[in-house]
């Protein structure tokens, strides 16, 4: 099993940017990508960025030049840094992680989830 957890969510001001953390523990060794969802009430949920050990990356089209994601695999810790964050960008952004290092833009690769973090945009 493989416990995320993520931290860094808050409130920012549309333009401005935040940074989130998710930290893996347990059978760390069966990860192999990991990436960040997102979520509203009522939409569907969305990847928006992810990650292999080997460093090969995915991003949405719609944050592509604002968002960026990095892997410290010696802390077991994937980073997003989110900068001008749009208003429709509030969400619970959710770390995800993945034995199967292909095919990372789709849903189904993942196995582990956390419980989210919320990321709060004010316009």
């Known amino acids: 099993q493989v416990q995320l957890v993520e931290t860094g969510g808050g409130l920012v001001q549309a333009g401005g940017s935040l940074g989130l953390s998710c930290v893996a523990s347990?059978?760390?060794?069966?990860?192999?990508?990991m990436g960040w969802y997102r979520q509203t009430p009522g939409k569907e949920r969305e990847l928006v960025t992810a990650?292999?050990?080997?460093?090969?990356?995915y991003y949405a089209n719609s944050v592509k030049g604002r968002f960026t994601i990095s892997r410290d695999n010696a802390k077991n810790t994937v980073n997003l840094q989110m900068n001008s964050l749009k208003p429709e960008e509030a969400a619970v952004y959710c770390c995800?992680?993945?034995?199967?290092?292909?095919?990372?833009?789709?849903?189904?690769?993942?196995?582990?989830w956390g419980q989210g973090t919320q990321v709060t945009v004010s316009s």
């Open positions: 995800a992680a993945a034995g199967n290092p292909y095919g990372i833009s789709t849903a189904r690769v993942y196995e582990y």
């Open positions: 347990g059978n760390i060794f069966s990860i192999n990508a």
């Open positions: 990650i292999t050990t080997s460093g090969y990356s």
